[in-house]
């Protein structure tokens, strides 16, 4: 039987923190949720993506971008809002740290100081099933749940661990649509 791995999207305190600069609404009442998840869950590996932005990022709106300047490297907002607290491996996603391009997929990124991407990271240790839980479910949710199946994972997206930015009104459903379209499953 092959292995399953628990990705948490982003829970770091911009998204997740009511003083956050991109502050996602209901995201605080995540926490205790996916951090029990991560000690509890019946998971064999646990990744965490952080999006982790040089401060002349291009996503941000002074340097022409859509967002406001948010998880700057080494700054409040990009530390996890939550606790890591397992006995698991845990595998460390940085993501958007180029300052030319926008990641909103985890596996778009690499491990913390490394340059090993998700999709073969997840293939070493043997895993053919994910779950993907955090913030947006709008954004980077949707964009690493679809790459996620894409690279060959049965995937889900667990709606209670989630929560979506919807800057326009529907996006989160049609979010969860365009999930569902692309093979993902929504528990
Ligand atoms: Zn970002």
Redesign the pocket.
């Known amino acids: 039987m092959g292995k399953k791995a628990l990705i948490v999207v982003d829970m770091q305190n911009d998204f997740a923190d009511p003083k956050g600069a991109?502050y996602v609404k209901g995201g605080e009442k995540l926490i205790k949720k996916i951090e029990n998840l991560i000690k509890n869950g019946p998971y064999d590996l646990i990744v965490v993506t952080r999006?982790w932005?040089p401060k002349n990022?291009c996503?941000f709106k002074e340097n022409g971008g859509q967002?406001p300047k948010?998880?700057v490297q080494y700054s409040w907002g990009a530390e996890f809002a939550i606790k890591i607290d397992t006995n698991k491996i845990v595998v460390d996603i940085v993501k958007?740290d180029n300052p030319d391009r926008?990641d909103?997929s985890g596996f778009n990124g690499h491990a913390y100081r490394f340059s090993a991407k998700l999709k073969y990271i997840l293939r070493e240790y043997g895993i053919t099933s994910v779950d993907v839980v955090g913030l947006a479910l709008d954004y980077?949710v949707k964009a690493t749940a679809i790459d996620a199946v894409k690279s060959g994972f049965k995937t889900r997206v667990l709606l209670k661990y989630t929560k979506a930015v919807n800057l326009k009104p529907g996006d989160e459903q049609r979010a969860i649509e365009e999930i569902k379209k692309n093979g993902v499953k929504i528990k």
């Open positions: 991109l999006d932005h990022h996503s967002w948010h998880c958007g926008d909103y980077c």
